[in-house]
């Protein structure tokens, strides 16, 4: 069964602080790997995408690895700011159809605090 | 940041009523999606197409239906609201190349009393 799994489920740090949140996935076969941050009341917003061929890959502070042999990925947030504070989901994309189907994680909730 | 819209942003609603959740795209693209989803849960895709006159359902069953006739445009209608329908619905798009990242809006919450 295709499944993307994410831990931990909520995570609480002070600002500055630095964090790593980790996905899981069994999804086959494998397209790409994203990382999407939603704020609440708002819609997911893109931070990264990698292929098969990426094992890493930086937005600003955000810096997402990819490990398609172990089928794990991480997203590492450095000298984070209160404005992090945000669900931060995993999706994973099978080659199966054009479309090209999206599994989704249920995300990590993160809160920065002052 | 994405030129995505979605009206209303919240409705509330009595049971039995007919609705429509509007969703438009600037950005020219083909594919669009509607999700639902429930608070601390997964995103579920209830409806997709790839364009006009393209509509599919999508992996968790819903009561609602969608329609395509222009490409910026795709409304998401429910005949008869039932508290069961209660929920958050995401609509979406995204360009025709595999890697490309799904643009979201910003949601209506719905509730059905």
């Known amino acids: 069964k295709n499944q993307v799994e994410q831990s931990p489920q909520s995570l609480i740090i002070l600002e500055g602080k630095n964090c790593t949140l980790q996905c899981n996935y069994t999804v086959s076969p494998f397209s790409n790997l994203r990382w999407y941050k939603q704020d609440t009341g708002r819609g997911p917003v893109s931070l990264t995408i990698m292929t098969f061929s990426e094992n890493t890959k930086s937005n600003g502070r955000y810096t997402a690895t990819l490990d398609a042999d172990t089928k794990q990925s991480s997203l590492h947030i450095t000298a984070s700011q209160l404005s992090d504070s945000a669900s931060y989901i995993c999706?994973?994309?099978?080659?199966?159809?054009?479309?090209?189907?999206?599994?989704f994680g249920r995300g990590t909730q993160l809160t920065v605090w002052p | 940041e994405a030129d995505i819209y979605q009206t209303p942003r919240y409705l509330v609603i009595g049971t039995g009523k007919k609705i429509t959740l509007e969703c438009s795209q600037t950005?020219?693209?083909?594919?669009m999606y509607w999700y639902q989803q429930d608070p601390g849960m997964e995103l579920h895709l209830i409806h997709y197409s790839y364009g006009v006159n393209s509509t599919e359902k999508g992996d968790l069953s819903s009561e609602s239906t969608v329609s395509r006739i222009r490409t910026e445009h795709f409304p998401l209608t429910l005949e008869s609201a039932r508290p069961s329908h209660t929920s958050q619905y995401l609509c979406?798009?995204?360009?025709?190349?595999?890697?490309?990242?799904?643009?979201f809006g910003d949601g209506t919450r719905l509730s059905i009393l």
């Open positions: 979406a798009s995204s360009g025709d190349r595999e890697n490309q990242p799904q643009h």
């Open positions: 999706v994973v994309s099978d080659r199966g159809s054009t479309l090209g189907r999206l599994y």
């Open positions: 950005m020219g693209h083909d594919k």
